[in-house]
């Protein structure tokens, strides 16, 4: 089993800057691939980034390349998401979850196991 901590949410002007962590716990992580989802008031939780187990290989979804970016240190069990240049669409609960995929990189929540508690932030215009 894997616990996830979420970290760094918060107020942000649009324009603005915030870097995401989630600390899991566990001996195994290096073993999952890792995504940050989101989930805005009143609508479904969405994919936002994955990255593969060795950090090599990582996806985002359209509305966030170029400006977020996604990392993992395995030594430190840590999944970062620096996110830049917010606006206030972006504003959500943020979440951290692991998936044992492989060949690809996931994004339906379906396909990912154990999630953190979330991490609110929001973007003021």
């Known amino acids: 089993q894997v616990q996830l901590e979420e970290s760094g949410g918060g107020l942000v002007q649009a324009g603005g800057s915030l870097r995401l962590s989630c600390a899991a716990s566990?001996?195994?992580?290096?073993?999952?691939?890792m995504g940050w989802f989101r989930q805005a008031p009143g609508k479904e939780r969405e994919f936002v980034a994955a990255?593969?187990?060795?950090?090599?290989?990582?996806y985002y979804t359209d509305s966030v390349k170029g400006r977020f970016t996604i990392s993992r240190d395995n030594a430190k069990n840590t999944v970062s998401l620096q996110m830049n240049s917010l606006k206030p669409e972006d504003t959500a609960v943020y979440y951290c979850?692991?998936?044992?995929?492989?060949?690809?990189?996931?994004?339906?929540?379906?396909?990912?196991?154990?999630w953190g508690q979330g991490t609110q932030v929001t973007v003021s215009s």
């Open positions: 990255i593969g187990r060795s950090g090599r290989s990582t």
């Open positions: 566990g001996r195994t992580f290096s073993s999952y691939a």
């Open positions: 979850a692991t998936t044992r995929a492989a060949l690809t990189l996931p994004r339906a929540a379906r396909d990912y196991d154990y």
